[in-house]
């Protein structure tokens, strides 16, 4: 499928060029939803979905409600989608890519090793399939693998995240690939999101900026650390995955982990065994990204799209003159 066939495909029922982020343990069916009621596309970790028979169960929900919004309302609604973790740590990947095909999910987003086996199955019902990258050479390798787009996930995201500039990243990438780009990192206000597009990328990826809503799944802590965090408040260590990611300072010091550890620590193959390297708290080690500043107060998801587009658009009228 050619990027503008791609655009088209997503962009029914589209407010804002932009993907709201698959966030472990904090995006769920209730933030999809919203997000996807209010104009941007909305997305899940399948892991999220536990046991793994739930996922089916969430699908069921996810399209449900959206149907039922676009009956009652007479509005559209954009696309969902779905992020697998494409790895040896994932031991649900085959039993997950089944249920995607099965449901006919729009949008499959693949994370940390090559799609393949997920590109096959999701276009052979018609689906689209994006794929996270942080390096070129990773990017090359989905491409080749046929995807239909690329994330960027650029300096600044939240969780797994790259350590390149958007601006070194999306022009090599551009050289080779005429695909669909889509940017991550610190994507937290419309200008954010229309800069995306200036550089080059037909979407823009944000997470962050999603957990402190009504409708994400994260603890309330979790969401309250947020709306009080800086960017000085951010770590970026391989400590708790083996991947290197973002975590909120606070967290890590709640969950009893010397900081210098962390910062210390080396990366490591993702593993669903027990890891030694990995505290016993991990699950109340939170993610964030560099712009977590920009979220100040808890908020529907609909306020907050709302505020992105007053910003896309005032920015964009900016730029006309």
Not at 143 to 167: E, N, Y
Not at 212 to 236: N, R
Not at 302 to 319: C, I, N, P, W
């Amino acid at each position: 499928m050619t990027r503008q066939n791609t655009l088209e495909t997503l962009g029914h029922g589209l407010a804002l060029p932009l993907i709201g982020a698959p966030m472990f343990l904090a995006s769920g069916v209730d933030l999809v939803v919203a997000q996807c009621c209010a104009g941007v596309i909305g997305t899940f970790p399948s892991l999220n979905a536990r046991p793994a028979a739930k996922l089916d169960d969430w699908l069921v929900e996810i399209e449900t409600r959206l149907e039922a919004f676009r009956r009652d309302t007479g509005k559209h609604t954009a696309a969902y989608g779905v992020n697998l973790i494409v790895n040896d740590y994932n031991t649900r990947l085959t039993e997950d890519l089944d249920t995607v095909v099965r449901h006919k999910v729009p949008l499959v987003i693949t994370s940390l090793s090559a799609p393949d086996i997920v590109v096959e199955a999701v276009h052979g019902y018609g689906g689209l399939v994006f794929h996270d990258v942080i390096k070129a050479r990773h990017a090359r390798r989905a491409a080749a693998a046929g995807v239909d787009g690329l994330v960027l996930v650029c300096a600044g995201a939240g969780g797994h995240a790259g350590m390149l500039s958007p601006f070194a990243l999306i022009e090599e990438v551009r050289a080779f690939y005429d695909g669909l780009l889509v940017l991550s990192g610190a994507i937290a206000n419309g200008r954010a999101i229309l800069a995306a597009q200036v550089l080059g990328c037909d979407l823009a990826y944000a997470g962050t900026v999603f957990i402190p809503t009504d409708e994400a799944m994260a603890p309330s802590a979790h969401k309250e650390m947020i709306v009080g965090a800086t960017s000085d408040q951010i770590l970026y260590t391989p400590m708790f995955s083996g991947t290197h990611a973002n975590y909120l300072i606070p967290s890590i010091e709640a969950a009893g982990v010397d900081l210098e550890h962390a910062r210390q620590a080396q990366p490591r193959p993702m593993t669903a065994k027990s890891d030694p390297e990995r505290p016993k708290a991990w699950s109340q080690v939170w993610s964030a990204g560099q712009a977590v500043a920009q979220s100040r107060a808890t908020a529907a998801v609909v306020d907050v799209v709302a505020r992105l587009s007053q910003e896309y658009q005032a920015a964009k009228a900016t730029m006309s003159g």
